[in-house]
């Protein structure tokens, strides 16, 4: 009988625990995304307001995390942080560029199943009508508790 009591207090605190653990981490995921949001809207600001002033060759400077993107107005990439703007394709038809056109600032994100990853891009139109963009790649939800599931495993044994 105490056995079975036993089992039952068990399952439901490790229910509880980890069902507490997923909530915990969609929580501090919003918080942190929009965290991360500011933080790009910021960076974007700078930028936008460094390639103003200097031009493209402001951009070259830059040392940083994140993905800076210049757009001409055509859509074709004329300076990118990442990948040489030789290789990239025509950035017209992307979300956060055309809305950054319309109404001046855009925002998308897209998310890669391949690498569990989601990123958010932010732009603004420039003066010249070229856009800049910044992104940055985070982990998504599942791929958090996936990561925390090993070391949970290993506390439980």
Do not use: W
């Amino acid at each position: 009988m105490t056995k079975k009591i036993f089992k039952s207090i068990l399952s439901v605190a490790l229910v509880i625990l980890l069902s507490s653990l997923v909530m915990i981490i969609g929580v501090l995921y919003d918080y942190f995304r929009g965290v991360q949001k500011n933080q790009l809207r910021t960076e974007l600001a700078f930028a936008a307001e460094g390639v103003e002033v200097s031009g493209a060759a402001y951009l070259e400077g830059l040392n940083d995390d994140s993905c800076i993107t210049l757009v001409g107005e055509d859509g074709t990439v004329l300076y990118d942080s990442v990948e040489s703007a030789d290789k990239m394709g025509n950035h017209a038809d992307r979300e956060e560029i055309k809305e950054a056109r319309e109404y001046g600032t855009g925002e998308a994100s897209r998310y890669s199943s391949t690498l569990t990853e989601q990123t958010i891009y932010i732009s603004k139109l420039l003066s010249d009508g070229s856009v800049l963009r910044v992104s940055v790649s985070h982990a998504t939800v599942p791929a958090l508790v996936f990561g925390m599931l090993q070391p949970l495993i290993v506390v439980l044994l």
